[in-house]
């Protein structure tokens, strides 16, 4: 249906040239909403990523944390029990110095020693902490044991235990003192 005008007296119509620019135009806008939603989408991105790393920064704390929690709570007192593994050996000591001429006339200081070493031992117990005990001929070990000296005795074999010194202790999986012992030697000739 032509309503008499020809095909290039249209185009030149101004209504035809306002379509076209509103053609150009919405074109424009429909590209700038596509720029910006693709920007957004970046933004969005990068937030999400900016979230998750938050999120396991804070669970990483948390973890650590929790850890950190244990560990003081199990080695917390670990310095107040080194401090008083002098007590224990010095009241060890004070019962095998005792002769059994000392231990008639002074049984009740001798008992209460003794009452008072089982009760430090008790409560060592209580908080995880253990002696280690070496006996004589036990092999020598670097994690557990300091060698105080090194000599050479017959009929034992370099590396063995032949005197013990002090016990050592551990506070559940960690050493708070090794026991110190005397090491044999490869015996000379």
Do not use: W
Request: charged share 35%.
């Amino acid at each position: 249906m032509n309503d008499g005008k020809n095909d290039e007296e249209f185009l030149d119509d101004p209504l035809e040239a306002f379509a076209e620019e509103e053609i150009d135009i919405m074109a424009e806008v429909e590209a700038e909403e596509e720029d910006e939603v693709t920007t957004l989408r970046e933004e969005r991105d990068q937030l999400k990523d900016r979230l998750l790393r938050a999120l396991a920064d804070a669970e990483n704390i948390r973890k650590r944390g929790e850890r950190d929690r244990r560990e003081a709570e199990s080695y917390g007192g670990s310095k107040l029990a080194r401090d008083l593994l002098p007590v224990y050996d010095n009241m060890r000591r004070a019962l095998e110095a005792a002769t059994d001429d000392q231990r008639e006339a002074a049984k009740a200081v001798i008992d209460g020693i003794e009452l008072t070493l089982r009760d430090l031992i008790s409560t060592f117990g209580k908080h995880g902490i253990e002696p280690i005990v070496p006996e004589i001929g036990d092999r020598f070990d670097p994690q557990l044991h300091q060698a105080m000296f090194e000599a050479p005795v017959p009929d034992t074999k370099a590396g063995d235990i032949i005197q013990v010194m002090t016990e050592g202790f551990t506070m559940h999986d960690r050493l708070l003192r090794a026991a110190q012992v005397g090491v044999s030697s490869t015996p000379a000739g």
